[in-house]
């Protein structure tokens, strides 16, 4: 044994008479693979451990007794290994003839026609006939599941549908019915799937090998070799997983995943598999619309709006100053395009009042971040995830918000890790997690000072590092001075002896990781949070090393790149307005106008009724988006942009990795990718800018920000990553900060809570329109415990008016047992239940309501 240049390990094997160096560990498999040897395997994927069921990889290796499992046979010094011997390949042809013995022939009606293993086997095998006779079993029907299609006739009885929802999901919905010969996949008691806990990510219908999990068929379908396959990034959360479009006579018609690159390993949610068909919506825009004397938007060609729009920003510049314009993106525009609209307010219009659409419910948490670390970037990656010994997750329902982020956290369960879940809900992970602190609304900082207070009474604190590389630790101390672990988790709702043991956990862990989401961001206590998980960390010294990191959970799919543009209004000085304070001059009158590009205020911001009050009142809006959304309905001028499908350019995933976004279609009628559109708008204000296409833009991104120095490379390499670094020295922060609990009284009795559902992002405005997901989740729901339920003589499919201090919706209970007593959940994806009606004012904590039955 040897090692490479890189220190790994290696052995030296023969294969096929090739000496070749091998990484000690890897399997025969992964070795001939290395090397460019394709040996045969049915039952074998990389996801998953080796099975050794289907005996096709089987090679000789001499000196062994007989054939071996090239899947699940390990590689060693002197090896010599022959993968294509006559023996061999007799054996193979046999599996082959008997796995067709029952085996339907029906591949001309088969889904997997073209990407069938089997299929292409038989043909490289020479398998003309069987000769045992074929049986000819009836396919059957494909089961009533809107988006996965099963025919068990096909089944080959590999087993890769079965573990990959145990193994990578840890649900379980497929098993083995009955013995022997009549040995056969299915669901328990073969209930339909969505009545054993499946959650339609699709991850069986990837990883089958042949046709008895597939998509369900559609009149728009195509067979494998007809469509064009393009790879690309995934536009909804920011995992940043990579997905494959299948793409036919200019539509979208299939997303698939590949197993061989992308941070994701192949895996996909249901968003990302099946979530593609809003980009051949019926209301997508197609053409321009101006608003006309009427009052009605009206149709109208590309020169007449951009004159219009560049006249109108023209003369307000003229009239009031740059400073009277804002503009506002969504975090699905790709970096190219959030850097040209940032560069046309400032350099052209002169205003500097430009934001993201999710900055102001994240600022807090990052600005928190900058003190404690100097970044307010993720300082470790997903591979530093997969490391840890114990991983918390604080205020994210991670299984639906970021799914495939998940399957990190869930894997490490099951190599028996550590992981501490602090959330109000019993969400999947809760249920599953070896701890979860059902902490009530408002008290997270008290159970983090909670958590402090006893790692330094049990001698946990990391003291070395702390002298070393931090500061503050003095008034960090003098903070936790009388804090009583009992009295805090009391006051938090938490058992303080399970507190007590998370906290020893993790402060015994050799590496932790602590993941913060939207029910820490957006809250309150944001920045005392945050700043206590900072404190944390740093306490016990897991910061800047291997396995250890503070993960803020990004929402959109371009979060952290739009930041990184310059979409933020203290980039430059004098700092602009942010969101609110558009909205805020807008209502006033020193906001004159308002570009809105990919994003939708009316239904995101939770002062919704202020921003329709605004936009109402503004004397120009122009929305760039693919859709006539609710803002839209307030523009004077509508662009119709591409969707993530049609455009090209860079995204930039929640751990700082820049990836390429590949155009798959052509953009739907007249409409254009949003740089281009920027670049129109900026040329017809007089700008000149000469760019030729995205990746012109993305060579000026990489000479303008720094991170991105060498981003250039995503047009070959396809990834570029650009992590933060911590301080030399990290900053303490004192935990200061109150609980604020909701107020809840007799007339509002229940606290409201919002966040993700798993078959829709963000707002809606794209999950609504993929009839995948629709299929599956119609409409918005409220959330009840079982017990409240009872109180108010409700069950499940009845309907009530949620009413709150600000306003009221309705909409369809659903009694769900991870619920608390005294609080209800209602997700953010509604147009006919918007949540932001419920909520008021955005910086108060979580609103009380009551619930009326209608």
């Known amino acids: 044994m040897s090692a490479d240049t890189a220190g790994v390990q290696t052995v030296t094997i023969t294969i096929n008479g090739q000496e070749v160096q091998a990484r000690a560990g890897q399997t025969i498999l992964e070795a001939c693979r290395a090397v460019g040897v394709e040996v045969p395997t049915l039952c074998y994927d990389p996801r998953l ?59 001309p009606v088969c889904e997997a026609a073209g990407d069938c ?45 079965v573990r990959i929802c145990r193994e990578v999901m840890s649900i379980g919905c497929w098993g083995y019915l009955n013995r022997g010969y009549d040995s056969e996949v299915d669901t328990p008691y073969r209930l339909p799937l969505q009545e054993v806990g499946c959650v339609s990510c699709g991850q069986c219908v990837s990883t089958c090998p042949v046709g008895a999990i597939t998509t369900q068929r559609s009149p728009d379908g195509a067979r494998a070799w007809q469509t064009q396959k393009t ?25 698939s995943s590949d197993l061989e690159k992308g941070l994701n390993q192949g895996n996909l949610c249901v968003k990302g598999r099946f979530g593609f068909g809003y980009a051949s919506a019926g209301d997508r825009l197609t053409k321009p619309l101006v608003r006309k004397a009427s009052g009605k938007l009206e149709e109208v060609g590309w020169d007449e709006a951009l004159e219009l729009v560049a006249k109108k920003l023209r003369n307000v510049k003229e009239s009031k100053g740059g400073h009277a314009v804002g503009a506002v993106c969504g975090t699905h525009c790709t970096n190219e395009a959030a850097y040209l609209l ?24 990052e600005e928190a971040l900058s003190v404690a670390f100097g970044t307010a970037r993720l300082t470790g990656s997903r591979s530093d995830l997969a490391q840890a010994d114990v991983i918390v997750v604080v205020g994210a329902n991670l299984t639906e918000s970021h799914p495939v982020l998940a399957l990190t956290v869930i894997k490490a369960m099951r190599q028996g890790k550590t992981v501490i879940v602090i959330d109000p809900r019993r969400t999947d992970l809760a249920r599953k997690a070896q701890f979860h602190l059902p902490v009530r609304p408002g008290t997270d900082a008290l159970l983090l000072r909670a958590f402090a207070r006893h790692l330094l009474d049990q001698g946990l604190a990391d003291m070395e590092f702390v002298k070393a590389r931090t500061d503050g630790y003095e008034e960090f ?33 050799d590496r932790a990781a602590v993941l913060f989401g939207s029910g820490v961001t957006h809250g309150p206590q944001a920045a005392s949070v945050v700043a206590a998980l900072a404190d944390l960390v740093m306490l016990t010294g897991q910061v800047g090393r291997s396995g250890a990191s503070l993960y803020p959970l990004r929402s959109g799919a371009n979060s952290l790149g739009v930041a990184d543009m310059g979409m933020r209004p203290d980039v430059q000085a004098p700092a602009g307005l942010g969101l609110s304070g558009m909205i805020s001059a807008l209502r006033s009158g020193e906001l ?25 009142q503004a004397d120009f809006v122009v929305v760039e988006d693919s859709f006539l959304t609710e803002t839209a309905q307030y523009a004077d001028v509508v662009l119709p942009a591409a969707v993530t499908a049609e455009e090209e350019g860079t995204f930039t995933n929640g751990e ?27 040329n017809a204000l007089g700008a000149g800018w000469s760019y030729g296409g995205p990746a012109e833009v993305t060579k000026e991104i990489a000479q303008a920000v720094a991170l991105y120095a060498g981003v250039s490379r995503a047009e070959e390499e396809g990834v570029v990553s650009v992590p933060g670094r911590p301080a030399d020295k990290c900053v303490f922060a004192p935990i200061t900060d109150a609980a604020v609990p909701p107020v809840t009284d007799d007339q509002y009795p229940y606290v409201l809570l919002t966040g993700s559902v798993r078959e829709h992002h963000g707002t809606g405005e794209r999950t609504r329109r993929a009839s995948g997901l629709t299929k599956l989740v119609p409409e918005a729901w409220l959330e009840v415990s079982p017990a409240d339920g009872k109180k108010l003589g409700l069950t499940s499919g009845d309907r009530v008016r949620v009413v709150s201090r600000s306003g009221a919706v309705e909409v369809e209970v659903r009694l769900a047992e991870r619920m608390p007593e005294g609080m209800v959940f209602l997700p953010g994806f ?6 932001n009606v419920l909520w008021g004012d955005g910086r108060a904590g979580a609103p009380a309501v009551r619930l009326e039955r209608l």
């Open 342 to 365: 940032q560069k046309l307010m400032r350099q052209v219009l002169g205003s500097n009042n430009v934001d993201a659409i999710d900055h102001e419910e994240t600022q807090a948490a």
């Open 49 to 107: 451990e080796p099975y050794g069921a289907c005996r096709m990889c089987l090679v000789e290796v001499e000196g062994a007794r007989g054939p071996m499992a090239a899947c699940g046979t390990a590689v060693r010094e002197g090896m010599v290994i022959h993968t294509h011997t006559e023996k061999i390949v007799k054996l193979r042809k046999f599996v082959l003839e008997l796995l067709l013995t029952n085996h339907p022939l029906d591949c």
């Open 231 to 255: 790879a690309s990034t995934c536009g909804y959360c920011a995992d940043g997983c990579r997905v494959v479009l299948h793409s036919y006579k200019g539509k979208v018609i299939k997303v």
């Open 592 to 616: 004159v106008a308002l570009y809105v590009v990919g994003c939708d205020p009316v239904l995101a911001v939770r002062e919704g009724a202020a921003v329709r009050e605004a936009l109402a």
């Open 830 to 835: 509604s147009r006919s239940a918007p949540v």
């Open 117 to 161: 293993r089997l299929q292409d086997y038989a043909y490289e095998y020479l398998v003309d006939m069987v000769p045992w006779g074929w049986r000819g079993p009836v396919t059957g029907q494909p089961g009533d599941h809107p988006n996965i299609a099963h025919f068990g006739a096909r089944c080959i009885l590999c087993g890769r549908c």
């Open 477 to 509: 101390l003098a903070s936790l001075d009388g804090v009583d672990v009992a009295a805090e988790a009391a006051a938090c709702g938490v058992d303080a002896k399970r507190l007590r043991e998370a906290a020893t956990a993790f402060g015994k862990a």
């Open 656 to 682: 700082g990795v820049v990836q390429k976004v590949r155009p798959a279609v052509a953009p739907a009628g007249e409409s254009l990718p949003d740089w281009l559109i920027v670049t129109k708008l900026a």
